[in-house]
Nanobody, 121 residues
Framework: QVQLVESGGGLVQAGGSLRLSCAAS????????MGWFRQAPGKEREFVGG????????DYGDSVKGRFTISRGNAPRTVSLQMNSLKPEDTAVYYC??????????????WGQGTQVTVSS
């Protein structure tokens, strides 16, 4: 099992930027993809972005394409999410996740506790 800890959430005005980070610990014997989901009150959890172990493959949810960038950190088993041009509808709890990239599909196995992002209008 992988333990995931998110950081970097907070309150920002519309049009602003935030950077989320996630560090994984626990299993160090395998290489895994990492990603981000978000969930707003009353809504289903939504895919934000995913990145392969090497960082060579990335995917994004349609609502964040062109505004958010996912990247691997310098430290092993870390991932960041740079969020630019934030909108009030980006307000949600953001969850870090880890899993496997099988072909072109992700299989997410482990989840962090989440970090709140609030965008004011």
């Amino acid at each position: 099992q992988v333990q995931l800890v998110e950081s970097g959430g907070g309150l920002v005005q519309a049009g602003g930027s935030l950077r989320l980070s996630c560090a994984a610990s626990g299993r160090t014997d395998s290489r895994y993809a990492m990603g981000w989901f978000r969930q707003a009150p009353g809504k289903e959890r939504e895919f934000v972005g995913g990145i392969s172990w090497s960082g060579s493959s990335t995917d994004y949810g349609d609502s964040v394409k062109g505004r958010f960038t996912i990247s691997r950190g310098n430290a092993p088993r870390t991932v960041s999410l740079q969020m630019n041009s934030l909108k009030p509808e980006d307000t949600a709890v953001y969850y870090c996740t880890a899993g496997a990239l099988v072909g072109s599909s992700y299989r997410w196995n482990d989840w962090g506790q989440g970090t709140q992002v609030t965008v004011s209008s």
